[in-house]
């Protein structure tokens, strides 16, 4: 079965940083590129980074560009997120999704909850 | 950025055919994916490329794109497909390219 599983989450000060990982299994991971969308709760979705299969470019949404680096491990089956000077509006669930061949999110995990707070 | 307009909700009888619509400047010229979140849930993602189904959506499910609205139609609406909706595009005409989603839309099956 295709899975993705997110860990990392947790309570975080403001200022501080925060790495969160996304584990699959059951596809070749190395075959698809891999994003971040997180939704604060109770609210829409929100698209967040994404890697291609090699690494060899990334994106980020505008409003977050400069706080975080997205990265993977192919040999570990492994995509992370590094986010920095978290503030309390990154207070989201932060789901690891993967890329369909028409741009769209075909596997989603269940997401890990970040919380900004002191 | 390209914004993506989606009403916040809908209601509909069990049985009934429920279309949830999806605005934005010349949507018809990219494709679109909508995607299913239950309470609790991460979302699922329900039609791909304008109208196509992922392997175990329902037949009831159905989605169209024209002009500047992209539309998901679910007939015979069941209990089951209460929940948000949310549309989604990549929007390539920026660099970088981003992907956007509308606000989503709660679907509730009275």
């Known amino acids: 079965e295709e899975e993705l599983v997110e860990s990392g989450g947790g309570l975080a000060q403001p200022g501080t940083s925060l790495r969160l990982s996304c584990t699959a299994s059951?596809?070749?991971?190395?075959?698809?590129?891999m994003h971040w969308v997180r939704q604060v709760p109770g609210k829409g979705l929100e698209w967040v980074s994404s890697?291609?299969?090699?690494?060899?470019?990334?994106n980020y949404a505008d409003s977050l560009r400069g706080r975080l680096t997205i990265s993977r491990d192919n040999a570990k089956n492994s995509l992370y997120l590094h986010m920095r000077s978290l503030r309390p509006e990154d207070t989201a669930f932060y789901f690891c999704?993967?890329?369909?061949?028409?741009?769209?999110?075909?596997?989603w995990g269940r997401g890990t909850l970040v919380t900004v707070s002191s | 950025s390209y914004e993506l307009t989606q009403p916040p909700s809908v209601s509909i009888y069990p049985g009934q055919t429920a279309s949830i619509f999806c605005s934005g400047d010349?949507?018809?010229?990219?494709?679109v994916a909508w995607y299913h979140q239950k309470a609790g849930q991460s979302p699922a993602l329900v039609i791909y490329?304008?109208?196509k189904r992922p392997s175990g959506i329902p037949e009831r499910f159905s989605g169209s794109n024209s002009g500047n609205t992209a539309t998901l139609t679910i007939s015979g609406t069941q209990a089951m497909d209460e929940g948000s909706y949310y549309c989604?595009?990549?929007?390539?005409?920026?660099?970088?390219?981003?992907?956007?989603f509308g606000g989503g839309t709660t679907l509730t099956v009275l």
């Open positions: 490329q304008d109208s």
């Open positions: 999704a993967r890329e369909g061949i028409y741009r769209d999110f075909n596997l």
């Open positions: 059951g596809f070749v991971f190395g075959d698809h590129a």
């Open positions: 989604q595009m990549w929007d390539s005409s920026t660099s970088p390219p981003a992907w956007v």
């Open positions: 010349k949507l018809g010229d990219r494709f």
């Open positions: 890697i291609t299969r090699n690494s060899g470019v990334t």
